[in-house]
């Protein structure tokens, strides 16, 4: 009999200044623990040889929400007045992460921030302040809940089981232009995009929304923290005999 250890999924850290501590949401943890995996917290003040040494030890990666913005600076753009704060070190471990599992086809999901992380990792742009530039928008912000309308043919169609679905909406900046071998495969109804997946098909998901706070209740935020921990499971090397 074979019995796979648990995935382990990779999850950046915050650091606050004010504490002088690291850590994140536990949302995040919950989630991941619920659907069998094993979160790995990895210092977003680490130096990058220390972090290469996490990725030689994780099965996936989720690299969740932050109340800062990316620096626009990385997809060519001037800072918009209403940009909010920018942290670097927390950047630089988002895109490191992100070079990494493009690098050895590690699975990944990335929320809020980390889905814009992603975009930009992948030469795409951002919006950068909903209410100021996109027309008519609707209230992204405050934990609202919106609809979103999901592409026929995407993994999260396949995951929810419908063509639109309501989501947890927490964010003013969004996905402008698509990086490369990305898709958008969810929008909301004043068009901002709320999903990207690798068009190449490797399990590389980003969500605008926030299926932590939800996957005890949400069927499609049990799902895909559930398809995140099937796949890193896929390619565990970690397997041993009993």
């Given at each position: 009999m074979v019995e796979m250890t648990k995935p382990l999924i990779g999850v950046p850290t915050r650091y606050h200044e004010k504490t002088e501590t690291v850590g994140q949401i536990?949302?995040?943890?919950?989630?991941?623990l619920w659907a069998g995996g094993l979160p790995l917290?990895?210092?977003?003040?680490?130096?990058?040889?220390?972090?290469?040494?996490?990725?030689?030890?994780?099965?996936?990666?989720?690299l969740p929400g932050s109340p800062t913005d990316i620096d626009p600076a990385r997809y060519g753009a001037e800072p918009h007045p209403r940009l909010g704060r920018v942290y670097a070190e927390r950047e630089t471990i988002d895109f490191a992460l992100l070079e990494s599992a493009d690098r050895f086809d590690l699975p990944l999901m990335?929320?809020?921030?980390?889905?814009?992380?992603?975009?930009?990792h992948r030469g795409g742009s951002l919006v950068q302040d909903i209410p100021a530039l996109v027309s008519n928008p609707i209230e992204h912000n405050d934990s609202v809940r919106h609809m979103?309308?999901?592409?026929?043919?995407?993994?999260i169609r396949t995951l929810a089981g419908k063509g639109e679905v309501e989501v947890v909406s927490?964010?003013?900046?969004?996905i402008q232009n698509?990086?490369?071998?990305?898709?958008?495969?969810?929008?909301?109804?004043?068009?901002?995009?709320?999903?990207?997946?690798?068009?190449?098909?490797?399990?590389?998901?980003g969500v605008q929304w926030h299926p932590e706070r939800g996957w005890r209740d949400d069927a499609l935020?049990?799902?895909?923290?559930?398809a995140l921990i099937e796949t890193a499971q896929k390619?565990?090397?970690?397997?041993h005999s009993v």
């Open positions: 536990r949302h995040y943890l919950d989630a991941i917290m990895i210092p977003s003040v680490c130096e990058r040889a220390q972090m290469l040494e996490y990725v030689e030890r994780i099965d996936g990666v989720l990335g929320i809020c921030f980390g889905a814009q992380s992603l975009n930009v979103v309308r999901v592409a026929e043919d995407s993994l927490d964010h003013h900046q969004s698509v990086g490369r071998n990305l898709r958008s495969v969810a929008v909301a109804a004043d068009g901002v995009i709320e999903a990207v997946e690798d068009a190449t098909g490797r399990f590389v998901v935020s049990k799902a895909l923290f559930k390619r565990n090397p970690r397997a």
